[in-house]
């Protein structure tokens, strides 16, 4: 009943950016925090950056001062800038969003299907 879309992941060089979205959308009735985690190969999967409704932000060490994490409420959607990315950062990319449905608790996990990002010259 409720989706999580991302796109933006690709090949780019050491250095260079790219900018990842996600947007949720079905039976939503509130988005609370969003935010992205990446696996890479033979790796556990670890969080990026989160979001709050709010705006409040945390990085990963390995990240911060390196990529933005943005969102848009009326769009239920959430951005990832990355910039100076390293060959270090190549994994598999995934949104997450808690979200709410109709009852006071009703709060459930979701998860987009991964967008692949490479970084190699």
């Known amino acids: 009943q409720v989706q999580l879309v991302e796109s933006g992941g690709g090949l780019v060089q050491p250095g260079g950016s790219l900018r990842l979205s996600c947007v949720a959308s079905?039976?939503?009735?509130?988005?609370?925090?969003m935010g992205w985690y990446r696996q890479a190969p033979g790796k556990q999967r670890e969080v990026v950056a989160r979001?709050?409704?709010?705006?409040?932000?945390n990085y990963a060490d390995s990240v911060r001062g390196r990529f933005t994490i943005s969102r848009d409420n009326a769009k239920n959607t959430v951005f990832l800038q990355m910039n100076s990315l390293k060959p270090e950062d190549t994994a598999v990319y995934y949104c997450h969003a808690l979200i709410g449905g109709a009852g006071v608790l009703d709060l459930t996990n979701y998860w987009g299907q991964g967008t692949p990002v490479t970084v190699s010259s």
């Open positions: 979001i709050t409704t709010s705006g409040i932000t």
């Open positions: 079905g039976n939503i009735y509130d988005v609370y925090d």
